[in-house]
C-alpha cells in the first residue's frame, strides 16, 4: 500500500512562511490529482487546496487564496505547499491525500485514508 507522509511543520509566527511536503512511498500518485487538507482543533476537516495529476490546473479555498501555493514534482513523487504571509486561522494540522480533481469540490478517493499529517502553529 502506498503510503504519504507530511513533513515541514512548525512553529512560525504571523506573517511568516513554511513549506509543507508530501512525499510518496511510489509513483502511484503521479495518476492522481492531489489535494491539501487541514483541521484544526475542535474543528472539521477542510479543504485547502488541489493541484492536477500534471500540475496544469490549481484551486485554492478563499480562505488561503493568494497567501498559499500548491505543486507538485512527479519525478520525486512530492506534493508541497508554499505558505507565506500566515495567519493564527491558519494553525492545525495539515494532510495531503489523492482527490477526485483539481475542483474545490474535490474529496479524497483513498477510503478513510488519511497520513499522520503535519502540525502548523502559528503564533500572534
Known amino acids: 500500500q502506498v503510503h504519504l507522509v507530511e513533513s515541514g511543520g512548525g512553529l512560525v509566527q504571523t506573517g511568516g512562511s513554511l513549506r509543507l511536503s508530501c512525499a510518496a512511498s511510489?509513483?502511484?500518485?503521479?495518476?492522481?490529482?492531489m489535494g491539501w487538507f487541514r483541521q484544526a482543533p475542535g474543528k472539521e476537516r477542510e479543504f485547502v487546496a488541489v493541484i492536477s495529476w500534471y500540475g496544469n490546473s490549481r484551486n485554492y479555498a478563499d480562505s488561503v487564496k493568494g497567501r498559499f501555493t500548491i505543486s507538485r514534482d512527479n519525478t520525486k513523487n512530492t506534493i508541497y505547499l508554499q505558505m507565506n504571509s500566515l495567519k493564527p486561522e491558519d494553525t492545525a494540522v495539515y494532510y495531503c491525500?489523492?482527490?477526485?480533481?483539481?475542483?474545490?469540490?474535490?474529496?479524497?478517493?483513498?477510503?478513510?485514508?488519511w497520513g499522520q499529517g503535519t502540525q502548523v502553529t502559528v503564533s500572534s
Open positions: 491525500v489523492p482527490v477526485s480533481g483539481a475542483t474545490m469540490d474535490a474529496h479524497p478517493v483513498w477510503y478513510n485514508y
Open positions: 511510489d509513483r502511484t500518485i503521479t495518476r492522481y490529482a
